[in-house]
C-alpha cells in the first residue's frame, strides 16, 4: 500500500470534514519541531545535551538541558506562522505570546516539550506531549492566561511523539486517534495505524508501587485486590509495568492495553497540590487520545476532559486506559 503521509492524511481529514488548513499547518509544524527534538535526544552524550541545565522551571523541578532545548525548539517554530495566538509549557511560568513581528492565528498550543526527562540520562523512551484550544472569540489584543484555562473537552487536537526505538507520532483531531512513524530517511512521519484502539479489557496495570503507603483508602484497596490476583474479588492474576515515563506508558496501553494511574497521596496533598501530573499539557491530551482510541481518563471521580481548569499548571489525579479497569477504580472511589 502506497505510504501515506501526515501532510496527506490531514488534507484527506479536511476533505472529510475535521480539521481545516490552519489547523493543519500547526500539526505540521509542531511535529517537524518534534523530529528536531527526535534528532537532539538521539544524540545523546555525543551531543552534549544530557545532564541538568543548571535551572529551574515553574514546577520547582530541576531542568535537563534537553527541556530548555525541547522548549525552545518548540517555541521557535511555532512563532512565524500566523496559525495560533500564544504557547504555554510546563517549562514557562506563563503563556509566550507569538511576538509582535507575526501575525497571530486563531489557536493556542500548550506543551511539555519533553515529559520524562529524568529518564534521558538513562536512555529511557521520552516524549513531547501537546495540546489544542481555540483562541476564545472577543479576546483582547493581547493573550491572557485566562486564555488557556478551557476544560479538556475544548481540545481540538491533541497528541504525543514518543522518542524510543523508533519516533512515533500518536495524534488526534476529534475523529480517532492515529499513530505515524518517523521514516528517517526520507524525514516524513508516515501513517502506520490508522483508528487505534485500547482493548476494553486489561491484565496489567502502570502504577509507582513506592508511593502505596501514601495512597488514599480506595486506591490501596484497588491495588490491594489486583495484588491478590486470582484468589480475590478481581479472580485473576495482573502483571505491572512503569517506566516513570508518561508518553511511554500511555503508548504500550494505546498499543496493547492496560491501566495507568498516577494518584493522589499524602505526599503531594502535604505539598498543597491535587494531584502529581498536570492537567493541561499531560493529563488532558493524553485523555482526549484514549478516548478517542475507545479508552477511559478520569480522576477516579469524574472524567478528566470535564474539570474545569482554574490555573494553568494545575494538577490532577490520573486514571486512565483500557475502559473497564477504569470504571473498577472509579468503583472503588465511589464506595469510600
Ligand atoms: P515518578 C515524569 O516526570 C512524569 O511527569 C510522568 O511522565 C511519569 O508518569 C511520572 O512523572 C513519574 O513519576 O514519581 O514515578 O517519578
Redesign the pocket.
Known amino acids: 500500500m502506497k505510504p501515506i503521509s501526515l501532510t496527506q492524511f490531514l488534507i484527506e481529514e479536511r476533505r472529510a470534514g475535521y480539521g481545516n488548513a490552519e489547523l493543519g499547518q500547526l500539526i505540521e509544524v509542531v511535529a517537524r519541531a518534534c523530529k528536531r527534538i527526535s534528532v537532539a535526544t538521539g544524540k545523546g552524550a555525543l551531543g552534549g545535551v544530557l545532564g541538568e541545565a543548571g535551572t529551574g522551571n515553574i514546577q520547582g523541578?530541576a531542568q535537563k538541558k534537553l527541556d530548555v532545548i525541547s522548549n525552545e525548539i518548540l517555541l521557535e517554530a511555532n512563532a512565524w506562522g500566523g496559525h495560533l495566538a500564544a504557547c504555554a509549557s510546563e517549562e514557562m511560568e506563563h503563556p509566550q505570546p507569538i511576538p509582535d513581528a507575526y501575525p497571530k492565528g486563531g489557536y493556542l498550543l500548550l506543551f511539555?516539550p519533553l515529559?520524562?526527562?529524568?529518564?534521558i540520562d538513562v536512555n529511557i523512551s521520552?516524549?513531547t506531549i501537546f495540546s489544542v484550544l481555540k483562541r476564545p472569540e472577543g479576546h483582547a489584543d493581547g493573550v491572557d492566561t485566562t486564555e488557556f484555562l478551557q476544560p479538556g473537552i475544548e481540545q481540538v487536537a491533541a497528541g504525543y511523539v514518543v522518542y524510543g526505538s523508533c519516533t512515533l507520532l500518536v495524534l488526534t483531531i476529534g475523529h480517532g486517534t492515529h499513530v505515524f512513524t518517523l521514516d528517517r530517511e526520507v524525514g516524513s512521519f508516515v501513517l502506520t495505524r490508522r483508528d487505534a484502539m485500547i482493548p476494553e479489557e486489561t491484565s496489567e496495570f502502570?502504577v509507582?508501587m513506592?508511593?502505596q503507603r501514601f495512597w488514599e483508602a480506595p486506591m490501596q484497596r484497588y491495588v490491594g485486590d489486583l495484588l491478590i490476583g486470582k484468589e480475590g474479588p478481581r479472580g485473576r492474576d495482573f502483571n505491572m509495568r512503569?517506566?516513570?515515563?508518561?508518553?511511554?506508558?500511555v503508548h504500550r496501553i494505546l498499543t496493547r492495553g492496560g491501566f495507568?494511574s498516577?494518584p493522589m497521596d499524602s505526599k503531594i496533598k502535604a505539598k498543597g497540590q491535587d494531584g502529581?501530573?498536570?492537567l493541561m499539557y499531560?493529563a488532558n491530551p493524553m485523555a482526549f487520545i484514549v478516548e478517542q482510541a475507545g479508552g477511559a481518563a478520569s480522576t477516579g471521580h469524574q472524567r478528566i476532559m470535564e474539570v474545569s481548569p482554574a490555573e494553568l499548571h494545575q494538577r490532577v489525579p490520573v486514571f486512565l486506559g483500557s475502559r473497564t479497569e477504569v470504571e473498577a477504580a472509579e468503583r472503588y472511589h465511589a464506595e469510600a
Not at 115 to 119: A, E, F, I, L, Y
Open positions: 523541578e511539555d515529559d520524562g526527562s529524568s529518564n521520552v516524549g502502570a509507582n513506592s508511593n512503569w517506566v516513570a515515563s508518561m508518553v511511554a506508558d495507568f498516577y502529581k501530573l498536570r499531560e
